[in-house]
């Protein structure tokens, strides 16, 4: 089974989680809505405000590595900046196993509304494509 979570305060990274289930013919939920009982791909997104949220951190550390095979990062931010190296080490914590790909769209923030352009679409395309 396939599950694609999120952590998401502003929507941007929501709007990204549901295109990405929609690739994968999932749905997308919050971090708070509880996942089924296995999990071959878990697809676990979040966003940078400065750093990671400490809910996704939390999350992340806590994944049973007996429940869920595999998890793929992705993530929104307003810059170049990237809570990839925060979630590595957190998902590190918890031992389950973290897959080749991950996706970091930059451009967002609160107040800049996720609208993906050409390119990022693309990214996103090929992010579901090579992990699905």
Do not use: W
């Amino acid at each position: 089974m396939i599950a694609v979570r999120y952590c998401s305060k502003s929507g941007n990274t929501k709007k990204v989680a549901k295109m990405i289930a929609e690739k994968l013919g999932v749905e997308a939920a919050s971090i708070e809505e509880p996942l089924p009982d296995q999990v071959d791909k878990l697809y676990l997104g979040g966003a940078v405000h400065g750093k990671m949220y400490s809910d996704l951190r939390k999350y992340a550390e806590k994944i049973d590595p007996s429940q869920v095979s595999e998890v793929f990062m992705f993530g929104t931010s307003g810059g170049a900046f990237s809570i990839k190296t925060e979630f590595t080490k957190a998902l590190s914590k918890s031992g389950v196993k973290i897959g080749d790909g991950s996706l970091f769209l930059h451009g967002f923030a609160p107040k800049i509304k996720a609208d993906l352009n050409d390119k990022q679409i693309q990214e996103l395309t090929d992010f579901v494509e090579a992990t699905k």
